[in-house]
T-cell receptor, first 115, second 114 residues
Framework: SAVISQKPSRDICQRGTSLTIQCQVDSQVTMMFWYRQQPGQSLTLIAT?????????ESGFVIDKFPISRPNLTFSTLTVSNLSPEDSSIYLC????????????FGPGTRLTVL | AQSVTQLGSHVSVSEGALVLLRCNYSSSVPPYLFWYVQYPNQGLQLLLKYTTGATLVKGINGFEAEFKKSETSFHLTKPSAHMSDAAEYFC????????????FGRGTSLIVHP
């Protein structure tokens, strides 16, 4: 099973700034995703991070607000830009092991508070 | 297309009592079904999954779930709740096979009283 680490684990940011979250996986994985979990809510898929090409964004999420990089099969970053209090959420990195019947593994999450 | 409905955003039980968390799904193709648990300030952890074969699936920490195709359900149970079971539980579904991303339910918060 994949082991995922995220940095930072939490941060408090000022309105209008940006935060970049790093996701590191201990093995090469094809499918890597970024989710948002707003307080008291379920997980919302932001985008699929594609290695070597632009990320695939879900409806309601755009690259200018959530730029994503994935330089290789074990690492990705998510930037949340031009922060507003509505961006206060937990951001989760996740990978899917297709050989494991689509089982997902999640990082510990990054808790973002925007003041 | 697939969707997941978790009945009850909060479930409260006494320690030692039966835990029942409900999950109903819809899927146009045979599904893979999952239950995840999220402890406070942590990421999600897989409890159990149904892919093929036996419809009663046993997971970690004494939890089990039964896939009932006729009822399109995958309810999670545990015979005796423990204080450490207090957490958020998410049911998820994905189409069997292929590179599909699971769809998650809204989650059920399990509260365990002493």
């Amino acid at each position: 099973s994949a082991v995922i680490s995220q940095k930072p684990s939490r941060d408090i940011c000022q309105r209008g700034t940006s935060l970049t979250i790093q996701c590191q996986v201990d093995s090469q994985v094809t499918m890597m995703f970024w989710y948002r979990q707003q307080p008291g809510q379920s997980l919302t898929l932001i985008a699929t991070a594609n290695q070597g090409s632009e990320a695939t964004y879900e409806s309601g999420f755009v690259i200018d607000k959530f730029p994503i990089s994935r330089p290789n099969l074990t690492f990705s970053t998510l930037t949340v830009s031009n922060l507003s209090p509505e961006d206060s959420s937990i951001y989760l990195c996740s990978v899917v092991e297709l050989a494991g019947f689509n089982e997902q593994f999640f990082g510990p999450g990054t808790r973002l508070t925007v003041l | 297309a697939q969707s997941v409905t978790q009945l009850g955003s909060h479930v409260s039980v006494s320690e030692g009592a039966l835990v029942l968390l409900r999950c109903n799904y819809s899927s146009s193709v045979p599904p893979y079904l999952f239950w995840y648990v999220q402890y406070p300030n942590q990421g999600l952890q897989l409890l159990l999954k149904y892919t093929t074969g036996a419809t009663l699936v046993k997971g970690i920490n004494g939890f089990e779930a039964e896939f009932k195709k006729s009822e399109t359900s995958f309810h999670l149970t545990k015979p005796s709740a423990h204080m450490s079971d207090a957490a958020e539980y998410f049911c998820a579904v994905s189409p069997a096979g292929g590179s599909y991303i699971p769809t998650f339910g809204r989650g059920t918060s399990l509260i365990v009283h002493p």
